[in-house]
């Protein structure tokens, strides 16, 4: 399943709380023909004391708490639903949040719903927008933080083009320069993942090779590597 249920963290001065509701319903079209909506309805209610709140997203963009500061947030964004349609060896889903920005309480608080994956799969071809193949996402740990948990990891769904053979991956993913020229971003990154599994635990080996376009014009080929283990 794509969706994980969080339950409680408590790290420090910072305390999260998360309250959820699971749904599940499967509508029978046909022998074939299969309908299956599920989600969730979350509510995070979190107290942040002082120079102890971190988050993830804010790498790099100098965002942080002031030493001084004590913050209370209660909001319910992470809620998400998702819809799957299969038949036969056809298989389309899509599951969407409210983390698309917006809202603002003096109005109405309205949340913008945003595109979490949507792909079609056919057999073992897979194309639109989904966890990248050089995730692993069974090393994600549990947390009732929204990105809490994700420090290190690769995290990112983005769209591509993947072909599954067994326990081996490997795709065409949309590429992007972070902090580079996006604009001529003309090569797809190409990503492999192959996977072991047993009572362990799995290991997953990924690879990536894509192009670089710095923002003086020029292009460089970057190849990088991830080894994880879970269990």
Do not use: C
């Amino acid at each position: 399943m794509i969706t994980k249920s969080k339950n409680l963290l408590l790290a420090s001065s910072l305390l999260v709380a998360a309250g959820v509701a699971n749904a599940g319903y499967d509508i029978k079209l046909s022998e074939d023909d299969k309908i299956s909506f599920g989600g969730y309805i979350k509510v995070d209610a979190r107290y942040v004391d002082g120079d102890v709140a971190y988050r993830p997203y804010w790498i790099g963009t100098g965002s942080k708490l002031d030493n001084s500061a004590s913050q209370f947030n209660l909001f319910a964004n992470e809620t998400r639903f998702n819809m799957k349609y299969t038949h036969g060896d056809v298989m389309g889903f899509i599951e969407m949040d409210f983390w698309g920005g917006g809202g603002n309480e003096i109005v109405s608080n309205s949340a913008n719903p945003r595109i979490r994956h949507a792909f079609i799969k056919y057999k073992n071809v897979l194309a639109g927008q989904t966890w990248s193949t050089f995730m692993n996402t069974s090393a994600i740990p549990e947390s009732a933080d929204f990105a809490g948990a994700t420090l290190g990891l690769v995290f990112i769904r983005q769209g591509q083009i993947r072909y599954t053979m067994g326990d081996f991956q490997v795709s065409l993913e949309n590429p992007e320069t972070w902090g580079g020229d996006t604009a001529n971003d003309n090569v797809p990154d190409v990503t492999a993942r192959y996977n072991l599994k047993g009572d362990w635990g799995n290991v997953s080996f990924s690879a990536l090779a894509r192009q670089l376009n710095t923002t003086l014009g020029n292009t460089e080929t970057a190849i990088g590597a991830s080894i994880l283990w879970s269990y």
